[in-house]
């Protein structure tokens, strides 16, 4: 009777942990859908600004010029501008990302601790086959797939603004606007690494 009473328990339990990772994980991809809609925003006025650039910086004069019968046309000055705040909101989308699949990937670990508690190796085995398991992830694996994913797809672009950026302004370094940008480029940089390793050793310790 004890054991049918905590079976019922564990079923009862589990069942609430899905339907709160369930709720949890539609409210995150709502805010990601947000998210990612910033971005192509982000990069609609980047790729603008790059297009239409006069490959000179304003040095006191106006950010942007205009001629009659063409585009406006603005300087490296607005260029880095929308560099260095891109790079921000893609540094805040990588640790939010980083962030998510980490609870993802908790809760997987939570709800597999239940079944081991109340499952047999045989009965685990003949539900899931053997194949999924939470535990023993390695360094660019123990994100879940989706989000590791979209972290890949944020380093990528990261990585083309910087390289466009330079392009356009690799022989001005002199100019403070540069300086703006390469700090922010740093940024990106520090940023990843230091939550990438952090997550991952709060995954190893969890783990344990």
């Known amino acids: 009777m004890s054991d049918t009473s905590d079976n019922e328990k564990a079923f009862v339990l589990e069942k609430q942990l899905h339907k709160q ?6 409210a995150n991809t709502g805010n990601f ?3 990612l809609v910033a971005i ?3 990069f609609y006025a ?16 106006d950010l942007f010029v205009e001629k009659e019968g063409e585009h ?21 989308l990588i640790a939010y990302c980083m962030n998510l699949g980490w609870q993802q990937r908790r809760d997987h670990i939570v709800i597999t601790r239940i079944r081991e508690r109340r499952m047999s190796d045989k009965e685990r085995i003949g539900v899931f086959e053997g194949q999924y398991s939470p535990y023993d992830k390695g360094f660019f694996k123990f994100i879940p797939n989706v989000y590791r994913y979209y972290l890949y797809l944020f380093i990528i672009a990261a990585v083309l603004i910087i390289l ?3 392009n356009k302004t690799y022989a001005v370094i002199q100019i403070c606007s540069f300086w703006l940008f ?9 940023v990843t690494l230091c939550v990438w390793i952090c997550t991952f050793h709060e995954y190893k310790n969890f783990c344990n």
Do not use: E, K, P
Request: proline share 0%; net charge negative.
């Open 33 to 35: 859908i947000a998210f």
């Open 72 to 92: 406006i046309r603005f300087t490296l000055d607005v260029l880095l501008f929308i560099a260095s705040i891109s790079l921000l909101m893609l540094t805040f």
């Open 182 to 190: 390469l700090g922010c480029m740093l940024c990106v940089v520090s």
């Open 21 to 26: 990772y369930a709720t949890n994980a539609q």
């Open 40 to 42: 192509l925003a982000m």
């Open 164 to 166: 466009m950026t330079l």
């Open 46 to 61: 980047f790729g603008y600004v790059y297009v239409f650039n006069t490959n000179d910086f304003a040095n006191g004069n």
